[in-house]
């Protein structure tokens, strides 16, 4: 399975961006795979910022983003998102999104994307 993210950019604070991470490969039931994206920032560890239980029946959010943050997929285009509301500069960040087979989505999880960068101007 090969992952790869688009939608990062430059973003003024308050604004939006949505990142979009497709999934190709030996996918057998794409609604099987827990999804989640992690961030890094310059200097920081990677956090999870966003998850989503296999079969979309829940989601789980990091604090700092809670409120702010989306994240969906549509089954039919493999593919999953992320979207970000009333962005701010400490959502600066390389966002990656990652997928598993397991029941949880972690740091050890199978397959990532390859990142993609988001920057927020105050």
Same mark, same amino acid.
Request: proline letters at 2%; glycine letters at 10%; one cysteine or more.
């Given at each position: 399975?090969?992952?790869?993210?688009?939608? #990062?950019?430059?973003? @003024? /604070?308050? =604004?939006?961006? +949505?990142?979009?991470?497709?999934?190709?490969? &030996?996918?057998?039931?794409?609604?099987?795979?827990?999804? #989640?994206?992690?961030? @890094? /920032?310059? =200097?920081?560890? +990677?956090?999870?910022?966003?998850?989503?239980? &296999?079969?979309?029946?829940?989601?789980?959010?990091?604090?700092?983003?809670?409120?702010?943050?989306?994240?969906?997929?549509?089954?039919?285009?493999?593919?999953?998102?992320?979207?970000?509301?009333?962005?701010?500069?400490?959502?600066?960040?390389?966002?990656?999104?990652?997928?598993?087979?397991?029941?949880?989505?972690?740091?050890?999880?199978?397959?990532?994307?390859?990142?993609?960068?988001?920057?927020?101007?105050?």
């Amino acid at each position: 399975v090969q992952l790869q993210a688009f939608g #990062g950019g430059l973003a @003024q /604070a308050g =604004g939006s961006l +949505r990142l979009s991470c497709t999934a190709s490969g &030996r996918i057998l039931h794409f609604n099987g795979y827990v999804m #989640g994206w992690f961030r @890094q /920032a310059p =200097g920081k560890e +990677r956090e999870l910022v966003a998850s989503l239980s &296999r079969y979309g029946t829940t989601t789980a959010y990091a604090d700092s983003v809670k409120g702010r943050f989306t994240i969906s997929r549509d089954n039919t285009k493999n593919t999953f998102y992320l979207q970000m509301n009333s962005l701010k500069p400490e959502d600066t960040a390389v966002y990656y999104c990652a997928a598993d087979n397991s029941v949880r989505i972690t740091i050890s999880s199978k397959y990532w994307g390859q990142g993609t960068e988001v920057t927020v101007s105050s």
